[in-house]
């Protein structure tokens, strides 16, 4: 074999070993030359693709006054706790089926006389409780509806829309971080950052103090 073939054959074979190290190397890397553009738009569509959690997430941390179900109620029986002098055991009627149980610290605030047949304002979506032996499934708000409101109609605020959590997620507190800011104004209107407690026939309101807060 002549040394012109001799060097032909160790050219083509030189070029054929450091084209399979390129080979090689080009695909080990995770984006090689030649698909860095492919690599980069599926990266993009990867970064922006919506998560199915994230509408969820965010209802879930957002705090609004919208979560909350307060609804009008009307007391249907009421009497003093049998194991406990501050509290009373009512029925109301919240627009179901069936009255709710709730157990009440307002005996220092209502005589029982006030309490019966009194349209009062229930939080709905609180985590039933057991209070002294009885479990309570809601809660009843010192604020008083409307007359004329419809029984178990939802209390709205405007400019807070979107529809309450079946249930209040204790951990999280939402209750409690929208408790502070609910409060009377100077004409007995209960409101959340001065928007009023709404029903269908007008807002609600607290009986005596002005600017006091809502518990």
């Given amino acids: 074999m002549n040394n012109h073939r001799m060097n032909s054959i160790d050219g083509e074979e030189g070029m054929l070993s450091r084209r399979r190290i390129k080979w090689r190397w080009h695909n080990q890397l995770p984006c090689g030359v030649g698909v860095e553009e492919e690599c980069i738009g599926r990266d993009a569509k990867q970064h922006n693709k919506p998560s199915g ?13 919208s979560r909350l179900d307060i609804r009008v109620g009307l007391i249907k029986k009421v009497q003093k706790h049998p194991d406990a002098d501050s509290l009373y055991v009512e029925e109301i009627d919240v627009g179901e089926e069936s009255p709710r149980t709730v157990v ?31 479990k309570s499934q809601a809660m009843v708000e010192l604020v008083d509806p409307p007359s004329s409101a419809k029984v178990g109609e939802r209390v709205t605020f405007l400019g807070y829309s979107g529809e309450p959590n079946s249930v209040l997620n ?26 009023p407690f709404t029903t269908s026939t007008g807002v609600c309101k607290v009986s005596s103090i002005t600017n006091g807060a809502i518990r």
């Fill in 104 to 134: 009440s610290g307002l005996v220092k605030y209502i005589p029982l006389e006030e309490m019966q047949n009194r349209k009062v304002c229930v939080l709905c979506n609180l985590k039933p409780a057991t209070m002294r032996g009885i």
């Fill in 170 to 195: 204790a951990k999280s507190k939402v209750w409690e971080k929208l408790q502070v800011d609910l409060q009377s104004n100077k004409e007995l209107v209960a409101c959340y950052k001065d928007v």
């Fill in 53 to 65: 959690s994230t509408k969820t997430k965010s209802a879930e941390t957002e705090i609004s006054v």
